[in-house]
């Protein structure tokens, strides 16, 4: 199985800020990576899918870079409602794995 | 606008058994792989299972092998899983998630709002 690994598990910032999460698979995943959102409470929400492609009606502030097995989600100028969990996800190989997760919260 | 609807879930004991639903709207249904992914109580996410357009397909994830059953019915655009033989690391919300193609190398572009499964005496 393909591990991800994600990092930092918790992260406080504030209003404003630019935030990086990363997130390293165990093996080449070329660019199959998403990004989903999870407020709490909520379904989880896709942001970010083929590494760098911005789902339709996602902020612009909101990014994703990387291919291979390291890769990086930012949130540029952080917003109140960015509150919530944050999970890179591989779809190279089955079974589809995700990462640990990053709770945001604001300072 | 797309919708997935997740029903079934509950109390259940080991051993027992739950049937999860998965009514679907808004989109193509026979044309796409769909899902089940979990979340235990507290913990991340954990891909469970998921089936092919026409069903020719199907994948679990090791620890539901050969007591989870996947299954679609694309007249109807509903999903299923039944769940057997019950354990209490089963407890989860389960979500119905739609792939973002009909194969396996996409990401989960819709998902439903979870139904509930709690396993315990």
């Known amino acids: 199985d393909i591990q991800m690994t994600q990092s930092p598990s918790s992260l406080s910032a504030s209003v404003g800020d630019t935030v990086t999460i990363t997130c390293q698979a165990s093996?080449?995943?070329?660019?199959?990576l998403s990004w989903y959102q999870q407020k709490p409470g909520k379904a989880p929400k896709l942001l970010i899918s083929?590494?760098?492609n911005l789902e339709t009606g996602v902020p612009s502030r909101f990014s994703g870079s990387g291919s291979g097995t390291d890769f990086t989600f930012t949130i540029s100028s952080l917003q109140p409602e960015d509150v919530a969990a944050y999970y890179c996800?591989?779809?190279?190989?089955?079974?589809?794995?995700f990462g640990q997760g990053t709770k945001l919260e604001i300072k | 606008e797309v919708h997935l609807v997740e029903s079934g879930g509950g109390l259940v004991t080991p051993g027992g058994s739950l049937r999860l639903s998965c009514a679907a709207s808004?989109?193509?249904?026979?044309?796409?792989?769909m899902s089940w992914v979990r979340q235990a109580p507290g913990k991340g996410l954990e891909w469970v299972s998921s089936?092919?357009?026409?069903?020719?397909?199907?994948y679990y994830e090791d620890s539901v092998k050969g007591r989870f059953t996947i299954s679609r019915d694309n007249a109807k655009t509903s999903l299923y899983l039944q769940m057997n033989s019950l354990r209490a690391e089963d407890t989860a919300v389960y979500y119905c998630?739609?792939?973002?193609?009909?194969?396996?190398?996409?990401?989960?572009?819709?998902w439903g709002q979870g139904t509930m499964v709690t396993v315990s005496s």
């Open positions: 998630a739609k792939l973002s193609v009909a194969g396996t190398g996409g990401a989960f572009d819709v």
């Open positions: 808004g989109f193509i249904f026979s044309s796409y792989t």
């Open positions: 089936i092919s357009d026409t069903s020719r397909y199907i």
């Open positions: 093996q080449d995943i070329s660019n199959y």
């Open positions: 083929d590494a760098s």
């Open positions: 996800q591989q779809y190279d190989n089955l079974p589809y794995t």
